[in-house]
């Protein structure tokens, strides 16, 4: 194997778009996951029937289908009913909503880990139903989960490789894309592996200092 340190400093330019790509699918993606699960979350614990229940169904058939077929779905089948949006926007709404679901239940479990006591207390405080939630439920049930909230972060950076099949530019897609007009695959796949685990490892570091800040 001849490793070509020339090759690694013609791709950076590539792995930089490749990179903001990324990061930009990641952050939003997440945001998506955290919201849209939230809102799941408390939907599915509604008293009413007629909403937890088709709730409780449509976010078990995401959660069971795989993400590929939800990608090709939104991004092909969509546009044939009239709904078209960018690659990009697909990609970030499809992982968003597919890990929507995962987040769903890590709410669930951080709400129902909320001691009864705090919702008698806000009971005899005589609390509206939404500043109990705002105030006193939910700030100690996302405290609760952020660090599982972390993981599902890094889960999702593992995927966004997979929106290369979309024709998001990607880390990946950028390096098959320089891989495929040099003839070299060794360094840009080896530079994108590298930053796949500098940007995993600098995730964990973050969200261990945001739970020890939480913790206090």
């Known amino acids: 194997m001849n490793w070509d340190w020339n090759a690694v400093t013609d791709f950076l330019p590539h792995f930089r778009d490749g990179l903001l790509v990324t990061l930009q699918a990641l952050a939003l993606g997440s945001v998506v996951s ?9 939907l599915v614990r ?6 937890s229940w088709p709730v409780g169904v449509v ?24 709904l078209t949006f960018s690659a990009l926007t697909t990609g970030v709404f499809a992982i968003g909503l597919h890990y929507s679901t995962y987040t769903m239940q890590v709410y669930r479990a951080g709400i129902e880990a909320v001691p ?3 919702w008698e207390a806000a009971t005899a405080l005589n609390l509206p139903m939404r500043r109990t939630w705002t105030v006193v439920i939910l700030p100690q049930a996302v405290r609760r989960v952020i660090p599982a909230l972390g993981n599902y972060v890094i889960s999702m950076l593992k995927d966004t490789p997979i929106l290369m099949v979309i ?5 990946l897609s950028e390096a098959r894309l320089y891989a495929q007009e040099t003839f070299r695959f060794t360094e840009p796949l080896t530079v994108i592996g590298v930053a796949f685990i500098l940007i995993s490892y600098l995730a964990s570091l973050l969200l261990r200092t945001l739970e020890r800040r939480l913790v206090r």
């Open 167 to 171: 024709t998001v530019p990607e880390m």
């Open 59 to 82: 976010t078990e058939f995401i959660r069971n289908t795989p993400l590929l077929v939800q990608l090709f779905f939104l991004f092909y089948v969509l546009p044939a009913w009239g």
């Open 46 to 51: 509604t008293p009413t029937r007629w909403v």
């Open 116 to 118: 009864t006591g705090q």
């Open 34 to 42: 955290f919201v849209l699960g939230l809102v799941w979350a408390l």
